[in-house]
Each structure stands twice: as structure tokens, then as C-alpha cells.
């Protein structure tokens, strides 16, 4: 059993940072891309920030230069710097997994952590 465990959200001020983490458990045989998702308030999920296993990144076009993604593979975790923060930032973040498993290993799924909530207040 597979599980994603987000920690770091919280309320802060326009301007402000915060850093989020995501700790990945489990039977893991290999993991492939993390990121981050959020989803605001009647609005869709969206796709924040992507890192691929070989360290490439990839940001939606609102938080480019203001985050930043990282993975550390020996620890399966995935973190996202957030810096000058903007209320429009205010949504659940996801962070999620593609990976195979100890009795998969040649299927990948998408794995979720349960969301962890950013307030910004201006």
C-alpha cells in the first residue's frame, strides 16, 4: 500500500512563504514524475508544478519564478518552495506520485496525497 503525505500548508500573509512537503511510503518499487496540484474553490484541479525523476521541472505560467519544486529520491519526498505569496495562491495543494509497486512493477499509477490547505490573506 501506497501512501502520500502532505505537510506545511497554513495561513500567511500576501507576500509571504511557505514550504510544503510530501513524504511518499510504502512498497515502492520506482518512482517516475511528482508534483503539485491545487484546487481552488469552484474551480478545477490544476497542475502547479511537475519534476520529472531526471530533476527536469515544468510551472504553470502564475507561479513561475515565485516556486520552486524539488525531490529527494532516497527519501521519496517532493517539496514546494512557495515564495511571495498572492491570495490567488489560495487553494488545497496535492501533491502526487507516479510510481510502480513492489507487486506492479511494470504498471505505473498516479498516487494522492489527501490535500493540504494554503491560505493567503491580503
Known amino acids: 500500500q501506497v501512501q502520500l503525505v502532505e505537510s506545511g500548508g497554513g495561513l500567511v500573509q500576501a507576500g509571504g512563504s511557505l514550504r510544503l512537503s510530501c513524504v511518499v511510503s510504502?512498497?515502492?518499487?520506482?518512482?517516475?514524475?511528482m508534483g503539485w496540484y491545487r484546487q481552488a474553490p469552484g474551480k478545477q484541479r490544476e497542475l502547479v508544478a511537475l519534476?520529472?525523476?531526471?530533476?527536469?521541472?515544468n510551472y504553470t505560467d502564475s507561479v513561475k519564478g515565485r516556486f520552486t519544486i524539488s525531490r529527494d529520491n532516497a527519501k521519496s519526498t517532493v517539496n514546494l518552495q512557495m515564495n511571495s505569496l498572492k491570495p490567488e495562491d489560495t487553494a488545497v495543494y496535492y501533491c502526487?506520485?507516479?510510481?510502480?509497486?513492489?507487486?506492479?512493477?511494470?504498471?505505473?499509477?498516479?498516487?494522492w496525497g489527501q490535500g493540504t490547505q494554503v491560505t493567503v490573506s491580503s
Open positions: 502526487n506520485a507516479d510510481l510502480t509497486t513492489v507487486k506492479a512493477t511494470v504498471v505505473i499509477y498516479r498516487y
Open positions: 510504502g512498497n515502492i518499487f520506482s518512482m517516475y514524475d
Open positions: 519534476i520529472t525523476r531526471g530533476y527536469s521541472t
